[in-house]
């Protein structure tokens, strides 16, 4: 009987979102019943989830999937992704906890709200663009963690409640179930694509636990996730500075980190689907969701890159996927709790090791030989970062800052001067590579002040000067050819530089004048 009912509602609900849908969606050609399937599948695979992260966090279940729901139907509506899931996640989690522990669920919320303010102002100042800044090394990293970490999550369901490891016929029957799932997963798609391998497998397993009575852990094991339609609900905390002090590094947080995983998650669709998603717009709405999320009385959150790839393997490239997905979650918390509650961890379990499996770039592995070793060096530290920490953000960052170190010191030994006299007894230096703080010692070193004839030219025509220390040394420089009583000439700075030195004139000591005759800027001493 449950299944029969299961099976009518997905029947009628596809209906009646296909022609819901038909009034906002584009003409693109949509699948609409591998769109429903695939938001089903992601509904129920968010539903675990959502109440682990909301206990890591110390918070009522229900603020998790309340969260899962606004995010997810917020995301899917405006998004710059169509077919990425958003929710409640363990990065967000864990910036919470001490917040949640020291100060309470209100402070959360209003946190929440703040971040959502922040990640909307970089969506409007359009500061999604930065994420290009981000090399396929750390992305590779931030992957690999977080497969890594999706895997490792799901170790803990082959443990008892006092933490030790299952042991005889109950390891067995959860192993075995868990195998199926997997064995589901990777073999229907290879007789037929008609239904999500996903789907099919949680509800295989359910049918198989609940005809043959096994004794196996379920979602209601967890928490119950029995409840209402989020409550709207202004933060009850003192309007004042002090309130706002205590939030506002744990919405920076939460801000960050929720762009910066939401953005990845992005690019990694994009790669995925062939398809291009808008960053900008992504903040924008990841920014309104938060916000919503605040008030409707959830802990927040950002892309999920498990849910989205389950998603975006069981077919779907539309918004409907996501919008079903939000719809359902909260239907079982309202109608069908109960009947979600029966279904076996171990289906969920084998879900998501073969997300982790699916999501760890396999192919990083044989790269090894011959990438650069500092790229290689970079993606195994924001692999570990992302492992030991559970920090996507902090893992990011240290591998960004580590690539652009890299990046510097590669391009400042690059620098280097062709040296010549022409027929006149002037010596020129023809530059090449670009002056900038890294290779300003390097700069320095060509140069032999003591030695030089009378008049010396600098040629930049290969070079660029590109940051306040590269102004500093040419001032440095001139000057010890002034003290030797020589005169030394700019030649061939492009445009930008010649603005950068002549907006320096006022800090330091560089005239800047133009040679009528090379159309060259000229230091004169």
């Given amino acids: 009987m449950c299944l029969i009912f299961v099976f009518t509602a997905i029947q009628l609900y596809y209906h009646s979102m296909k022609k819901i849908f038909n009034l906002f969606e584009s003409r693109e050609k949509i699948n ?8 089903l599948t992601v509904s129920l695979a968010l539903i675990p989830e959502a109440v682990a992260f909301a206990l890591i966090a110390g918070l009522s279940p229900l603020t998790g999937l309340y969260a899962a729901f606004v995010m997810g139907l917020v995301t899917s509506i405006m998004g710059g992704r169509p077919g990425m899931i958003s929710g409640a ?6 910036v919470i906890i001490s917040l949640s522990q020291d ?77 199926l799932t997997m064995f589901i997963i990777w073999g229907l798609p290879k007789i037929t694509k008609a239904v999500p391998a996903s789907l099919a497998a949680i509800l295989t397993i359910f049918a198989i636990v609940a ?34 002090q205590i939030i506002l590094p744990y919405a920076a947080i939460m801000a960050s980190v929720g762009l910066i995983e939401s953005l990845l998650t992005l690019n990694i669709i994009d790669e995925i689907t062939e398809t291009r998603g808008f960053s900008n717009k992504e903040a924008v709405a990841q920014g309104t969701a938060n916000v919503l999320s605040g008030f409707f009385s959830g802990m927040g959150g950002c892309a999920m890159l498990g849910q989205s790839l389950i998603n975006v393997s ?21 109608f069908a709790a109960g009947l979600v509650e029966k279904l076996p961890m171990a289906a969920l379990t084998g879900v998501m090791i073969m997300v982790a499996i699916g999501t760890f ?4 592995l044989r790269t090894f030989n011959k990438m650069p070793k500092s790229d290689i060096l970079v993606m195994v530290l924001v692999t570990m970062v992302t492992v030991v920490l559970h920090n996507l953000a902090l893992a990011v960052v240290v591998g960004v ?16 001067a062709r040296k010549r006299m022409d027929e006149n007894g002037v010596k020129h230096y023809e530059i090449y590579g670009p002056l900038f703080f890294a290779s300003v010692g390097a700069f320095n070193e060509k140069f032999d002040v003591l030695n030089d004839p009378q008049e010396v030219i600098i040629d930049f025509k290969e070079s660029r000067v590109a940051d306040m220390s590269a102004i500093e040394a040419l001032n440095k420089l001139t000057e010890r050819y002034h003290k030797a009583g020589k005169r030394i000439q700019l030649r061939h700075l492009s445009p930008d530089c010649l603005k950068l030195l002549q907006n320096a004139e006022e800090i330091i000591d560089v005239n800047v004048l133009e040679d009528p005759t090379y159309k060259v800027a000229i230091n004169k001493f």
């Fill in 103 to 179: 100060y309470g669920v209100e402070y959360v919320f209003a946190a929440v709200i703040l971040s959502g303010l922040f990640q909307l102002l970089a969506g409007i100042l359009k500061l999604g663009k930065f994420i290009r800044l981000v090399p396929h090394p750390v992305i590779f990293g931030f992957v690999n963690g977080l497969a890594i970490i999706i895997f490792m999550s799901q170790l803990g369901q082959f443990k008892s409640p006092d933490g030790s490891w299952l042991t005889g016929m109950t390891l067995y029957t959860l192993a075995g179930l868990v195998l």
């Fill in 32 to 39: 609409y019943k591998t769109e429903v399937l695939s938001g």
């Fill in 89 to 94: 996640t363990g990065a967000i989690a864990v």
């Fill in 401 to 416: 800052i580590i690539a652009a170190l890299v990046f510097a010191w590669d391009n400042a030994k690059r620098i280097r």
């Fill in 314 to 334: 069981s077919g779907s490239r539309a918004r409907l996927s996501g919008i079903v997905a939000a719809v359902m979650l909260l239907v079982f918390i309202m």
């Fill in 361 to 364: 770039e396999w192919a990083s």
């Fill in 211 to 244: 005809f043959t009575g096994i004794d196996t852990r379920t979602v209601g094991d967890i928490a119950s996730i029995q409840g209402g339609f989020p409550p709207f609900h202004i933060p009850m905390i003192p309007f004042t500075f002090k309130t706002l």
